[in-house]
């Protein structure tokens, strides 16, 4: 069975500095591999998704992830931090083909400070 | 276009109830899949809907029940609830079960089980 890591659950960076979060995923091929972001009393928003090819991956609000598949490692990152990115934020995979079927990591909270 | 729209979006059970949620999808979305979040376990996969019928589900007891009707909305059920029950119970839908369609979550039901 498939399952996520995301090994840091609170990260606190000042605002305009960069930001890194970390997810290592356990599957034995490639998943689909997905980046979600939860404001509070919020659903969940898709920040970006990879399912194939170009292993950088962009998505909204500035935000870019890396897969890496010898680390089994799908990282977000972001150069620059503003105060509305404090949130928490999901890791998630899926099996190849049942992109419904998300498994989640335990999720970051970001904080930032001005 | 409306979002997701879940109801209620709080409600109080006690043990030994049972409980019914509701999902509306985002017009033209057919396929509706469930989601269970605690601060302990995380966010769950319970089931995915496409056509009125259980495509996915997960690793859940029978207590835990759904259905899709001809419309898509999607009803959640959880008989005899018990305290783990307490959850954020959130919907997410997309157009069709494909490998690549964004999944659109709801801002979820909060249910507490006293």
């Known amino acids: 069975a498939q399952s996520v890591t995301q090994p840091d659950i609170h990260i606190t960076v000042s605002e305009g500095a960069s930001l890194e979060l970390r997810c290592n995923y356990s599957?034995?091929?490639?998943?689909?591999l997905f980046w979600y972001v939860q404001s509070p009393g919020q659903g969940l928003q898709l920040l970006l998704k990879?399912?194939?090819?170009?292993?950088l991956v962009q998505g909204i609000k500035g935000f870019e992830a890396e897969f890496k598949r010898s680390q089994s490692s799908f990282n977000l990152r972001k150069p620059s931090v503003h105060w509305s990115d404090a949130a928490e934020y999901f890791c998630?995979?899926?099996?190849?083909?049942?992109?419904?079927?998300?498994?989640f990591g335990t999720g970051t909270r970001l904080q930032v400070t001005l | 276009k409306a979002g997701v729209t879940q109801t209620p979006r709080y409600l109080i059970k006690t043990r030994g109830q049972q409980v019914t949620l509701s999902c509306s999808p985002i017009?033209?979305?057919?396929?509706v899949s469930w989601y269970q979040q605690t601060p302990g376990q995380g966010l769950q996969f319970l089931f995915e809907?496409?056509?009125?019928?259980?495509?996915n589900k997960g690793n859940f007891p029978g207590r835990f029940s759904g259905r899709q009707f001809s419309n898509s909305r999607s009803e959640m059920n959880v008989s005899t609830l018990e305290l783990g029950d307490s959850a954020l119970y959130l919907c997410?839908?997309?157009?069709?079960?494909?490998?690549?369609?964004?999944?659109?979550f709801g801002e979820g039901s909060r249910l507490t089980v006293l």
């Open positions: 998630a995979v899926a099996p190849t083909g049942t992109a419904s079927k998300l498994t």
């Open positions: 997410a839908t997309r157009d069709r079960p494909s490998n690549t369609g964004e999944l659109f």
């Open positions: 809907y496409f056509s009125e019928t259980q495509r």
């Open positions: 599957y034995g091929a490639t998943p689909y």
């Open positions: 990879y399912f194939s090819g170009d292993t």
């Open positions: 017009s033209g979305h057919r396929s």
